[in-house]
T-cell receptor, first 114, second 112 residues
Framework: DQQVKQNSPSLSVQEGRISILNCDYT??????FLWYKKYPAEGPTFLIS?????DKNEDGRFTVFLNKSAKHLSLHIVPSQPGDSAVYFC?????????????FGKGTLLTVNP | KAGVTQTPRYLIKTRGQQVTLSCSPI?????VSWYQQTPGQGLQFLFE???????NKGNFPGRFSGRQFSNSRSEMNVSTLELGDSALYLC???????????FGPGTRLTVL
């Protein structure tokens, strides 16, 4: 059962335009959602997160929106830059007792064309 | 502060062999998690160790095992390698239960 789904394996946008990466989830017990960015030959790096009690979190060019009723979140990058080209992973986080478990989606490859 | 380090970075093995991968977490981090990344499946959680105890496990066969030492360094072992085990194995560390995870660069394992 895939609890976190990123249905678009890839996305291509022009520099300066908006990039919208989407993520759907099935587990309503997630307390937190995170986005990670991964360049080739490097490990994923944390980008931005949002609590399940919020509907928006913004950090510079990056904004994450959460629609709990639709079990959907999206990452907006405005304006997109060529250096944003990477694989983006969406993850749901759940507190389980004294533990905290992350479940990742399969990732979306974003290509920003100059 | 040094980041998460993983050794080796690249590894080539043949079917049936076994392999041990190593992860050194960020100093002070007590939790180490392991993930397998493949093009088709994305990032899949293998297991997490905290203070030398496995406290979380993903849905992988028993051929995949791990351990954590008193200095928080962790090793992952895969026995009887199969072609499908070819993947990037990522290790991530965090300070406690609810903190942000920091990933290492990964070990690229190729099984021939």
């Amino acid at each position: 059962d895939q609890q976190v789904k990123q249905n678009s394996p890839s996305l291509s946008v022009q520099e300066g335009r908006i990039s919208i990466l989407n993520c759907d989830y099935t587990n309503s017990m997630f307390d937190y959602f995170l986005w990670y960015k991964k360049y080739p030959a490097e490990g994923p790096t944390f980008l931005i997160s949002i609590s399940s009690i919020k509907d928006k979190n913004e950090d510079g060019r990056f904004t994450v929106f959460l629609n709990k009723s639709a079990k959907h979140l999206s990452l907006h990058i405005v304006p997109s830059q060529p250096g944003d080209s990477a694989v983006y992973f969406c993850a749901g986080g759940m507190i389980m007792g004294s533990n905290y478990k992350l479940t990742f989606g399969k990732g979306t490859l974003l290509t920003v064309n100059p | 502060k040094a980041g998460v380090t993983q050794t080796p970075r690249y590894l080539i093995k043949t079917r049936g062999q076994q392999v041990t991968l190593s992860c050194s977490p960020i100093s002070g981090h007590r939790s180490v998690s392991w993930y397998q990344q493949t093009p088709g499946q994305g990032l899949q959680f293998l297991f997490e160790y905290f203070s030398e105890t496995q406290r979380n496990k993903g849905n992988f066969p028993g051929r995949f095992s791990g351990r954590q030492f008193s200095n928080s360094r962790s090793e992952m072992n895969v026995s009887t390698l199969e072609l499908g085990d070819s993947a990037l194995y990522l290790c991530a560390s965090k300070q406690g239960s609810y903190n942000e995870q920091f990933f290492g660069p990964g070990t690229r394992l190729t099984v021939l």
